[in-house]
């Protein structure tokens, strides 16, 4: 059986960051110097900061365009919540979105997709079309970074085989990045192409303006019932909040 997050649920333990860092996740140093334009396909606000805000941070500072596809809008993270409060959701996301993002040095305003939340399989063909108009008849300088297809959520996955697709259509250069593979996987899963994996050691600028945009986040990482707890966990976030990201080329 192939792992995933639903097998180890955000709210359990998972793998603890301590087995990250005795495992070792020092990977060869990305190389970026061929990289014009960086097009971040986000599942959910939020995933493009926690998975790769510092090489946006990077990438922003150095001058290279960088674009966020939000993919949905994130209106399904508190699944009990009305139809009203869950519109209010979205409009809460987005703003903390756009803030992160002004944190990061990035100026565009996303590309919103509004797919529907928790189901992206089932709209795969339109993503890919969409993220492909996005790259447009790209080359390998336009960079797409998209969730790994084996991340484990559905909506995560959904989106990396789409960006794949179009990334295979135009000559984009494709680049997996990780998200809850960090919370289930262990450091042997064979799933997970480790020979692969690139680091993106982040300065202290770019560290302290990644950890300064997910404080935006504030649906996620507070609890707005104290009997629930939020959806981001600290023990979650520790993955998110290394000086290094990873990932896979
Ligand atoms: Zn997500």
Redesign the pocket.
């Known amino acids: 059986m192939v792992s995933s997050l639903a097998d180890t649920p955000p709210q359990l333990p998972g793998t603890r960051e301590s087995d990250w860092q005795s495992a070792g996740i020092d990977f060869p140093e990305l190389n970026i110097s061929g990289c014009e334009r960086l097009v971040v396909v986000?599942?959910?606000p939020?995933?493009e900061t926690l998975g790769v805000g510092g090489l946006m941070a990077r990438c922003a500072g150095l001058g290279i365009s960088v674009e966020v596809v939000a993919v949905t809008e994130?209106e399904g993270s508190h699944p009990t919540e009305s139809g009203t409060a869950r519109s209010d959701l979205v409009d809460t996301r987005a703003v903390e979105r756009e803030r992160a993002l002004a944190e990061l040095g990035v100026a565009a305003v996303p590309v919103r997709l509004g797919l529907p939340d928790g189901d992206v399989a089932a709209h795969e063909p339109m993503l890919m079309s969409a993220v492909e108009s996005v790259l447009r008849a790209g080359s390998e300088s336009t960079w797409c970074l998209a969730?790994f297809r084996r991340d484990g959520?559905p909506?995560?996955d959904a989106t990396g085989r789409a960006c794949a697709k179009a990334c295979n259509a135009t000559g984009a250069r494709l680049v997996w990045y990780p998200?809850?593979m960090w919370h289930w996987a262990r450091p042997e899963e064979p799933i997970v192409p480790w020979v692969r994996a690139r680091s993106i050691n982040l300065t202290d600028a770019e560290h302290s303006a990644k950890l300064a945009a997910i404080e935006h986040f504030r649906s996620q990482i507070d609890s707005p019932d104290p009997e629930r707890p939020p959806v981001l966990g600290a023990h979650v976030l520790e993955h998110w909040t290394r000086t290094t990201e990873t990932v896979f080329p």
């Open positions: 986000a599942p959910h939020d995933d994130g969730p959520h909506d995560h998200i809850w």
